[in-house]
């Protein structure tokens, strides 16, 4: 069978990505600018800053990426776009371009889902094994998805307030933690014991979560020991936090595993980083004798090679999109 | 020689295609929202209806502001991929500088571009086109007074602007505005980017 090279192209949020990835597996070339220290600024992510950000590097990255894979465009056989869900205009950047190039060396264009990308950055690491339960955890998106094939996606329930990297980031802001805050937390973390009484999210029957009362909640334990003039351990606090947060996620993700019979599950999204997450998943996987997959850290944020692999088993099922093709802010898993 | 002309600095789309000094093909067309659907299906059309391919094109011109960053950022990008892709030459220009020069009168011209708040998006240039006061975002009284001691000033703008001038609505002449700049040098693709005159709001509030 003729190899098939796919052009990923992401642009949702602060970093402007481009891949070339062979039979949706494997990573040729990626580059990609990151635009962290520019947002570090402001504390979090300026949408108009990201779109400025975006137009001058979209070029640039798309040669280096060529030049590291010593390919031309001429050689791919299709371009993939992130279409949605993100910052609208950080999205139109990447989609421009995507749609110039593809309508330039006449390249089939490929739509891809954001999340499908963070999905599909584990077939970087292994080919997916259906059905499977996907556990999506980053800035925008905490959720449960069930798949029992290539781009059949069942959402299994999701976030009803805060994202969890949202409250991650929220929470090590409240400690004094310079953005981005969720990495710092996690390492925090690890020099304090979980002393702090904190509430359990959610703690029901459906796939859902809540964070936004366990955010509030730190929150107010940082507000009533400054009134009273106690001073706050960071560590702990942040390991209450963690242990909290990261109990919900895995115990939520257990039931759905449990509930479906399902053998399979794969990690993706910012969050995957977390290194307790991280533990806590492989051991209920060890336990419950489960496949786990957590994609590498590189493949965890936005990148392209991500979302050219998902591109690719799009391309497979024949998804094609034409030069009308529009960014999207939100947008449901398709 | 063969040019491809840009402007999505509005919500307008005006594009056009200028072969052996003439426009073979064009569009003006208002979007409210859809600019980023629609821009490069239409540049397409273009490039159809004159038959002609971008691997063609000797030249690209773009406007790279001042106006709507989301719209300027639009055309730069499609400018700007073909211009690397293909190894075409690019020039980004003034869109105001474009207002001017589509202005037929032997005044001097002050095209405007409503920023809201009492500012503008603004310039002043001569009859000859070459500026006297620069592009600026702008209070308009303050640019105003700039005009006062010239003899007479037509406001080219699109906007409902207050202002005690000759008004004249803007009207692109592509075919005026490529002959115009279809000898200007040519920058490196990477480095085209808008001009947005304006810093962010995060910038401003931040001191940066």
Redesign the interface.
Known sequence: MKDVYILGIESSCDETSCSIVKNGTVELATSTSTQIDIHE??GGV?P??A??E???N???V??DCLRKANMK?EDVTAIAITYGPGL??SL??G???A???S???NKPLVPVHHIAGHIYANSLVEELKFPLIALVVSGGHTELIKMTDHFNFEKLGGTLDDAIGECYDKVARVMGLPYPGGPKLDKLSKVGSPTYKLPIPLNDDSYNFSFSGLKSAVINLNHNEEQKGNEINKADLAASFQKVAVTSIVSKTKKALKDYNINNLIVAGGVAANSILREALTDMCNENNIHLSIPPLKYCTDNAAMIASAGYYAYKLGRRA??????LSTTSLQ | MISLYIDTSSNYLYSGIVKDDKLVSSIKKKYEKDLSKEALPKIIELFDKASITPKDLDKIIVVNGPGSFTGIRIGITIAKTIAWALNINITPISGLNAMAISCNTNTYKMPLIDARRGYVYGAIYDKDNTTVVKDSYIVLHELLDKSKDLDEVTVITNNDLDINLKKEKYDPDILKIVKHFEESDSINPHLVNPIYLKKTEAEEKAGL
Not at chain 1, 322 to 327: G, M, Q
């Open positions: 600024n402001f300026v108009e800053i779109s400025r975006h137009v001058k979209i070029t640039l798309i040669e465009i609208i205009g139109l950047v989609m421009q371009a749609k110039t190039l309508y330039i060396y034409d030069y009308h093709l529009n960014s």
